[in-house]
């Protein structure tokens, strides 16, 4: 579904991720783990085409992708979900929803199957709902877009628990339909191990750790050495 290979990249001259390779299979699940700052984000908006690539390829479903710009990779089947979200303030929540749409299986009714708060919310203009609606929304949005690849950048981030306790049963719809592989970048850490069978971690721009997620699960001294003195950043409780 989707492979980097020395994927070096940034913005402007400046580099920050650098001679990243991987491979996800249709259906794939990865986490991307790291500490703030470490060019985590930066992968994401390199997958879909909002940073300078400075080397490497990347290809999804075998075409490469490298040099198009960010609405085309959407339309051979990127979604893509900003820290930022990004909802479009004039429009209603409805609205916002349909301007994503193409022609697949995910239609406003399973979104709404998805996130029924949406549903309730349909005639609220998308910045007159709470940020864990926006949220919400983001995804939805981007489901709208029938994607095979799905980038979620820290969904979790600022959200109050009963909101993240709702996304979590949402993506576990998502990871039990099988047919969609995504990409998570969390601060959750055990949210994040629990969610997809494999992990990498990223620091300085390079990732120190691919393999699964269960073992770094189990091995607290490593989880500290990657990810901070605790070993567990922002933990779920």
Do not use: C
């Not at 929304?137 to 628990?161: F, N, Q, S, T, V």
């Amino acid at each position: 579904m989707l492979r980097l290979e020395g994927v070096t990249a940034g913005f402007g001259h400046t580099v920050i991720i650098e001679n990243i390779s991987l491979a996800l299979p249709p259906g794939g699940l990865l986490a991307v783990l790291g500490r703030n700052g470490v060019g985590k984000s930066t992968l994401m908006k390199t997958v879909i085409g909002q940073t300078r690539l400075h080397g490497g390829r990347i290809t999804l479903e075998g075409v490469e992708v490298s040099q198009l710009p960010s609405h085309r990779r959407s339309r051979l089947g990127i979604g893509y979900v900003p820290q930022t979200r990004d909802v479009f303030p004039s429009l209603t929540v409805e609205e916002n929803l349909r301007i994503a749409a193409r022609p697949g299986k995910w239609t406003l009714e399973r979104v709404y199957e998805v996130f029924p708060n949406l549903a309730e919310r349909r005639t609220n203009a998308g910045t007159d709902i709470s940020g864990g609606e926006q949220q919400m929304l983001a995804i939805g949005r981007a489901l709208m877009g029938d994607p095979k690849l799905l980038l979620l950048d820290e969904p979790m981030e600022g959200l109050a628990p009963v909101i993240v306790e709702q996304l979590i049963e949402a993506f576990d719809l998502l990871r039990k339909d099988g047919s969609l592989a995504i990409v998570l970048v969390e601060q959750y850490v055990q949210l994040a191990l629990d969610f997809a069978p494999r992990t990498i971690v990223l620091d300085r721009g390079r990732v120190v750790f691919d393999g699964k997620s269960e073992d770094l699960a189990a091995d607290a001294e490593l989880q500290a050495s990657l990810l901070g003195a605790s070993g567990s950043v922002a933990k779920r409780h």
